[in-house]
């Protein structure tokens, strides 16, 4: 369970980019951040494993405060809450298997870490999952040699291995072209339900959050203004989101 | 807020400010020196033909030629140690200074001011300087090459972290890695490609500036011109430089192919 409560967030003084955002997010749940560009939601996610300092609220991890946490503890809690980024993130000259194995160095200690020294099991692992995802061929593949789907998809099978609780996506499929993004958001979809996650993903595409989001989170200009289950997504929400008519982004 | 079109007028008119201003300088120093642009202009090509005469090496300048090939592997060894010694020094220092890496501003600050203080005395000052402490010899030729390398590769290094390693490095952060980590197996991975090719680049350069070094340390293949050069055997000389000449152009042509492979 994720419950944030009271987040508050400004870069600049009396600019707040976040005002008192509550939210709560069961396991085995698709939750998508909607809202215009630079309403806070990169904030928002960023918040959430603590990337980005808050200046107030609470984020409660099954009843833990993240924000509380000192370096180790912080550290502990960032290897449950795995990351997807835009731009997948990868480091390009490495192989495919090397960058998922990276989702492990929160469980080393520094020496094996930096050295990359990696257990049996732990590439056993990185193995099913990059099967998992459907790139067991590509295991030892530069990543620079892969397509952005594939790119993601090594990305998301990185998250999976720290066996997080939570999954953060910031505009996952943003830099994909149609038939990738619908892979992509296939895969998390189906993680979500499989290993019981939390999967938050800030989105541009409403159809897409409407077809594949359990609940929605609506921000406008650093508020929250929407939280339901994605049915209840209507036209009328949308216009005060987007402070336009976007009725064709509907259907 | 400035509007677009008044914050163009304005740039243009910074250009053009910038132009006159040093259009003027010119002029100015010109008349100042006394310098004769048409006959400057017309020296050039006069200045070449007496090279061409005098620098020729000729049959008998082949038995020079064991000992420039001596003096001259010296040296491009000597540019080759010092530039991979300011390598390996750089990089932990950019990794301390770097925006994405650094340690706090405090330290930033410092290790930008440090660089750029090594890289702008010019390299004649550092080797002049460093003469009074340690004499005519390599280690005078290998110190000054290596503050001055330093100097450059601080800042280039700081550069391509910060360009190249700080997604990557967001990324492994996030699964809850500690520095130590997050650098060896993200930031050094990435930016290795780059880097290198630095230290290729700066390994040419020193072989050139070595030789310069090398007149004022009395060591290297800059010693042995000058030598040539003074006692009037400027058909060895000539040898000489066309030597190094050879040889700079033979490294960029491997630095080059390397690339190709490691880019
Ligand atoms: N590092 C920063 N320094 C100052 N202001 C920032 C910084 N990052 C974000 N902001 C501001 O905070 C607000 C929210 O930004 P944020 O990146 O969270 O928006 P977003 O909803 O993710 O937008 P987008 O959809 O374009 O990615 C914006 O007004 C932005 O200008
Ligand atoms: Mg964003």
Known sequence: MLEVKDLQ??????????????FDIKPGT??????PSGAGKTTILRSLNQLIKD??????????DIRTANKTQLRKYRRQIGMVFQNYNLVERLT?????LHGRLGYKSTLAGVFGRYTQEEKEEAMSLLKKVGLENFALQRCSELSGGQKQRVGI??????????????????SLDP???????????????EYNLICIANLHQINMAKKYADQIIGIRKGKLVFDENADLLSEDILRTLYDQDITKELE | MQSPAKFLKHKGWHQTTIIALVGGIYVLGSWFLKFDNLNGLLAIPKAFAWLGVNFRPTANSMEYLPRIWQKLIQTVL???????????????????????????GFVQTLVRGVASFFRNIPLVAWSMILLFSFKQSDFTGFLALLLMSIGYLIRAFMEIIEDEASETMLALKATGANYFQVIFQAVLPQILPSILSWILYMIENNVRDATLVGILTGTGIGFIFDIYYKSFRFDAAGMTVLAIIIVVIGLETISNQIRKVIL
Do not use: W
Request: glycine letters at 6%.
């Open chain 2, 78 to 104: 000597l540019a080759i140690s010092s530039t991979v010694v300011a390598a390996i020094i750089s990089i932990f220092v950019a990794l301390l200074g770097s925006k994405v890496t650094g340690i706090n």
């Open chain 1, 30 to 35: 698709f939750v998508a951040i909607i809202g």
């Open chain 1, 179 to 193: 038939a990738s993004a619908q892979n992509v958001m296939e895969l998390l979809k189906d993680l979500t339900e």
């Open chain 1, 9 to 22: 967030k400004s870069y600049e003084k009396d600019k707040p980019a976040l005002t008192n955002i509550s």
């Open chain 1, 55 to 64: 200046d107030g609220g609470q984020i409660l991890l099954d009843g833990n």
């Open chain 1, 96 to 100: 495919v298997i090397e960058n998922v």
């Open chain 1, 157 to 174: 099978a990185r998250s999976l291995i720290q066996h997080p609780k939570v999954i953060l996506c910031d505009e996952p499929i943003a």
